[in-house]
Protein backbone atom coordinates (compact mmCIF):
# COMPACT_ATOMS: atom_id res chain seq x y z
CA UNK A 1 0.00 0.00 0.00
CA UNK A 2 2.37 2.51 -1.12
CA UNK A 3 2.83 5.07 1.65
CA UNK A 4 3.89 5.62 4.97
CA UNK A 5 1.55 7.06 7.23
CA UNK A 6 3.11 10.55 9.22
CA UNK A 7 1.25 10.24 12.26
CA UNK A 8 -0.49 8.57 14.37
CA UNK A 9 -3.73 10.70 13.20
CA UNK A 10 -3.52 9.68 9.09
CA UNK A 11 -3.27 5.97 10.36
CA UNK A 12 -6.58 6.54 12.68
CA UNK A 13 -8.45 8.64 9.86
CA UNK A 14 -7.23 5.64 7.01
CA UNK A 15 -8.19 2.43 9.80
CA UNK A 16 -12.52 4.53 10.86
CA UNK A 17 -12.16 4.59 6.63
CA UNK A 18 -12.31 1.22 6.48
CA UNK A 19 -14.13 0.80 9.42
CA UNK A 20 -16.83 3.06 7.98
CA UNK A 21 -16.94 0.54 4.46
CA UNK A 22 -17.33 -2.48 6.80
CA UNK A 23 -20.00 -0.57 8.16
CA UNK A 24 -21.58 0.64 4.85
CA UNK A 25 -21.72 -3.38 3.70
CA UNK A 26 -22.85 -4.62 6.50
CA UNK A 27 -25.71 -1.91 6.28
CA UNK A 28 -26.82 -3.61 2.82
CA UNK A 29 -26.98 -6.68 4.10
CA UNK A 30 -25.61 -7.86 0.76
CA UNK A 31 -25.58 -12.12 -0.08
CA UNK A 32 -22.29 -11.54 -2.22
CA UNK A 33 -19.74 -9.01 -2.17
CA UNK A 34 -17.97 -8.91 -4.81
CA UNK A 35 -14.05 -7.98 -5.02
CA UNK A 36 -11.94 -7.49 -8.13
CA UNK A 37 -8.79 -9.87 -7.61
CA UNK A 38 -6.44 -7.18 -8.53
CA UNK A 39 -7.84 -4.04 -6.86
CA UNK A 40 -10.03 -4.87 -4.15
CA UNK A 41 -7.87 -8.00 -2.53
CA UNK A 42 -6.11 -5.12 -0.08
CA UNK A 43 -9.28 -3.79 1.00
CA UNK A 44 -10.73 -6.99 1.73
CA UNK A 45 -7.60 -7.72 3.61
CA UNK A 46 -7.95 -4.98 6.04
CA UNK A 47 -11.73 -4.68 6.74
CA UNK A 48 -11.14 -8.33 8.09
CA UNK A 49 -8.56 -7.18 10.64
CA UNK A 50 -10.52 -3.86 11.34
CA UNK A 51 -13.76 -5.55 11.69
CA UNK A 52 -13.84 -8.82 13.09
CA UNK A 53 -17.49 -9.79 11.86
CA UNK A 54 -16.84 -8.74 8.36
CA UNK A 55 -18.44 -11.58 6.15
CA UNK A 56 -15.22 -12.88 3.83
CA UNK A 57 -17.65 -15.93 3.65
CA UNK A 58 -19.41 -13.90 1.23
CA UNK A 59 -16.69 -12.84 -0.64
CA UNK A 60 -16.24 -13.47 -4.27
CA UNK A 61 -13.22 -12.60 -5.82
CA UNK A 62 -13.79 -11.67 -9.68
CA UNK A 63 -10.95 -11.44 -12.53
CA UNK A 64 -12.17 -7.73 -13.40
CA UNK A 65 -8.82 -6.34 -14.01
CA UNK A 66 -7.28 -4.23 -16.77
CA UNK A 67 -4.45 -6.32 -16.56
CA UNK A 68 -5.63 -9.10 -17.59
CA UNK A 69 -5.82 -8.81 -21.58
CA UNK A 70 -8.41 -11.72 -21.90
CA UNK A 71 -10.91 -9.53 -19.29
CA UNK A 72 -14.24 -9.52 -21.20
CA UNK A 73 -13.82 -13.18 -21.69
CA UNK A 74 -12.70 -14.23 -18.20
CA UNK A 75 -15.63 -12.08 -17.55
CA UNK A 76 -17.98 -13.59 -18.91
CA UNK A 77 -16.95 -17.25 -18.08
CA UNK A 78 -16.68 -15.99 -14.51
CA UNK A 79 -20.47 -14.63 -14.32
CA UNK A 80 -21.98 -17.79 -16.70
CA UNK A 81 -20.42 -19.66 -13.79
CA UNK A 82 -21.57 -17.73 -11.03
CA UNK A 83 -25.09 -17.72 -12.26
CA UNK A 84 -25.27 -21.12 -13.07
CA UNK A 85 -23.82 -21.64 -9.03
CA UNK A 86 -26.21 -19.02 -7.61
CA UNK A 87 -29.50 -17.88 -9.24
CA UNK A 88 -32.39 -20.05 -8.29
CA UNK A 89 -35.05 -17.24 -8.64
CA UNK A 90 -34.88 -15.99 -5.17
CA UNK A 91 -33.66 -12.00 -4.78
CA UNK A 92 -30.03 -11.25 -4.47
CA UNK A 93 -28.11 -8.59 -2.75
CA UNK A 94 -24.78 -8.10 -4.27
CA UNK A 95 -22.14 -5.12 -3.26
CA UNK A 96 -19.00 -5.04 -5.45
CA UNK A 97 -16.18 -3.44 -3.88
CA UNK A 98 -13.65 -1.43 -5.97
CA UNK A 99 -10.57 1.12 -5.92
CA UNK A 100 -11.57 3.98 -7.72
CA UNK A 101 -9.16 6.11 -9.84
CA UNK A 102 -11.13 7.35 -12.84
CA UNK A 103 -14.04 5.27 -12.24
CA UNK A 104 -13.55 3.27 -15.43
CA UNK A 105 -12.87 -0.04 -14.12
CA UNK A 106 -16.15 1.03 -11.78
CA UNK A 107 -18.71 1.43 -14.85
CA UNK A 108 -16.66 -1.60 -17.10
CA UNK A 109 -17.37 -3.90 -13.84
CA UNK A 110 -20.78 -3.13 -13.97
CA UNK A 111 -20.94 -3.32 -18.28
CA UNK A 112 -19.71 -6.54 -17.52
CA UNK A 113 -22.43 -7.47 -14.92
CA UNK A 114 -25.61 -6.13 -16.60
CA UNK A 115 -23.59 -8.24 -19.97
CA UNK A 116 -23.72 -11.16 -17.21
CA UNK A 117 -27.58 -10.51 -17.32
CA UNK A 118 -27.90 -10.30 -20.58
CA UNK A 119 -26.15 -13.42 -21.15
CA UNK A 120 -28.04 -15.16 -18.33
CA UNK A 121 -31.58 -13.84 -19.59
CA UNK A 122 -30.43 -15.27 -23.23
CA UNK A 123 -29.57 -19.02 -21.84
CA UNK A 124 -33.05 -18.84 -20.22
CA UNK A 125 -35.29 -17.65 -22.93
CA UNK A 126 -33.19 -20.13 -25.50
CA UNK A 127 -35.28 -23.11 -23.63
CA UNK A 128 -38.53 -21.38 -24.36
CA UNK A 129 -39.70 -17.57 -23.19
CA UNK A 130 -38.54 -13.86 -23.90
CA UNK A 131 -35.51 -12.42 -23.28
CA UNK A 132 -37.18 -9.33 -21.96
CA UNK A 133 -39.11 -10.91 -19.60
CA UNK A 134 -36.32 -12.88 -18.66
CA UNK A 135 -34.09 -9.82 -18.55
CA UNK A 136 -37.05 -7.48 -16.76
CA UNK A 137 -37.12 -10.34 -13.94
CA UNK A 138 -33.24 -11.01 -13.42
CA UNK A 139 -32.74 -7.21 -13.11
CA UNK A 140 -35.46 -6.75 -10.74
CA UNK A 141 -34.41 -9.19 -8.32
CA UNK A 142 -31.00 -8.92 -7.96
CA UNK A 143 -29.69 -5.81 -6.09
CA UNK A 144 -26.11 -4.31 -7.43
CA UNK A 145 -24.14 -1.56 -5.87
CA UNK A 146 -20.41 -0.61 -6.04
CA UNK A 147 -19.08 1.16 -2.71
CA UNK A 148 -16.07 2.43 -4.43
CA UNK A 149 -13.03 3.30 -2.43
CA UNK A 150 -11.53 6.38 -3.51
CA UNK A 151 -7.62 6.36 -4.21
CA UNK A 152 -6.48 10.32 -3.53
CA UNK A 153 -7.81 13.17 -6.05
CA UNK A 154 -8.09 11.85 -9.66
CA UNK A 155 -10.62 12.95 -12.30
CA UNK A 156 -13.83 10.70 -12.47
CA UNK A 157 -14.87 10.06 -15.66
CA UNK A 158 -18.62 11.26 -17.10
CA UNK A 159 -20.05 7.51 -17.05
CA UNK A 160 -18.68 6.84 -13.23
CA UNK A 161 -20.54 10.15 -12.49
CA UNK A 162 -23.68 8.86 -14.38
CA UNK A 163 -23.59 5.56 -11.80
CA UNK A 164 -23.24 7.75 -8.58
CA UNK A 165 -26.17 10.10 -9.68
CA UNK A 166 -28.25 6.92 -10.71
CA UNK A 167 -27.31 5.57 -7.18
CA UNK A 168 -25.41 2.45 -8.60
CA UNK A 169 -22.32 3.22 -6.83
CA UNK A 170 -21.63 4.49 -3.36
CA UNK A 171 -18.44 6.89 -3.75
CA UNK A 172 -16.41 6.94 -0.15
CA UNK A 173 -13.38 9.19 -0.59
CA UNK A 174 -12.10 8.02 2.56
CA UNK A 175 -8.87 6.21 1.63
CA UNK A 176 -6.10 8.79 0.76
CA UNK A 177 -2.91 6.64 1.41
CA UNK A 178 -3.04 4.22 -0.88
CA UNK A 179 -0.91 6.13 -4.03
Request: charged share 30%; proline share 3%.
Amino acid sequence: MGKDFESRDEFEKFVDGFRGVATLVRENSPDYIFAPVVGAVPFVDILSIVDQNFPLEDVCYLPNSSRFGNRDELMSTWYRNFFDSNEDGTPMKIVCLDEVLSGASAFKGYKQFRKGVDDRAALKASAGGDIASFREDLIKRMGYQVIGVEEGEHAKTKKFRGMVEKGLLVQLNLIMFLQ
